[in-house]
């Protein structure tokens, strides 16, 4: 897919990535080998493990091959693990050597021999605004991920798909929740998300979700499929179900 068809999550990462990229190559240019690995480090950590593996996991794990969400997460990582084992060649001389050979498409043999990133396609991912947006959303999900533990510590709710989410919020954080409402479930990953309009600070009440649990997805929802061989699940998994795999 190409990158402006992605879907918001997918381009907000890219844009992370480009923007830590940047930061790489100048640090190669400065021979600052330490702020290199600093950066990579960094991002691995705390962008693509802590939160975007994550929240992808739901899209990857049990949207239809072929769905728009899945593609476009798919299209997302692949762009980052070309681009991240192009910057890594130079200190994981070995291990990006041998990633190289089991990233799909047609490539030179050794990444050894290919070129770093270019920045001007690293441009063309950047997006400050988008970026901007992000930083709120994901600062809104620290607070949610707080407030999630205690009641997985007193068993209100066993794992986070099984909570519902309350937001209060201010005019403005509301009005920017509301903009993404269809995507706060992923986002929190969690099976309900609710809004309303409040007078202080971001509040955040979890509560167990209201219906069954679908047993492949794991998401709790209203109603789950009786008929033979769909027994148990939801309205969403049965159709990534229906899919052809080999069509």
């Not at 897919?1 to 381009?11: G, I, K, Q, S, T």
């Not at 762009?79 to 990233?103: C, H, Q, S, Y």
């Not at 609710?194 to 600070?201: A, C, K, M, W």
Request: aromatic fraction near 8%; glycine fraction near 4%.
């Amino acid at each position: 897919m190409a990158p402006d068809l992605l879907a918001e999550v997918d381009r907000y990462i890219l844009a992370r990535y480009a923007e830590q990229a940047q930061r790489v190559l100048h640090a190669y240019r400065e021979y600052d080998y330490p702020t290199i690995f600093q950066i990579l480090n960094g991002f691995m950590t705390v962008d693509l493990s802590a939160f975007y593996a994550d929240v992808s996991k739901d899209c990857l794990y049990t949207f239809a091959p072929r769905s728009r969400e899945r593609r476009s997460a798919q299209t997302a990582m692949y762009l980052m693990a070309d681009g991240l084992t192009r910057l890594m060649a130079p200190i994981l001389v070995f291990t990006t050597d041998e990633l190289w050979r089991f990233l799909p498409g047609e490539r030179e043999e050794s990444v050894h021999v290919e070129l770093f990133p270019e920045g001007t396609d690293l441009d063309r991912l950047g997006d400050p605004a988008l970026l901007a947006r992000w930083a709120r959303l994901i600062a809104v999900r620290d607070h949610v991920l707080a407030a999630i533990e205690p009641r997985r510590k007193d068993k209100t709710i066993g794992s986070s798909l099984e909570a519902k989410v309350a937001l209060s919020a201010s005019k403005d954080d509301l009005s920017l929740l509301e903009a993404y409402r269809d995507d706060l479930p992923m986002l929190f990953i969690v099976s309900q998300v609710t809004l309303e309009r409040g007078d202080g600070p971001l509040t955040v009440t979890v509560t167990a979700a209201d219906g069954v649990k679908c047993e492949r997805c794991w998401r709790i929802v209203p109603t789950v499929s009786s008929d033979p061989g769909r027994g148990g699940i939801c309205e969403r998994c049965a159709d990534a179900l229906a899919e052809p795999v080999n069509s």
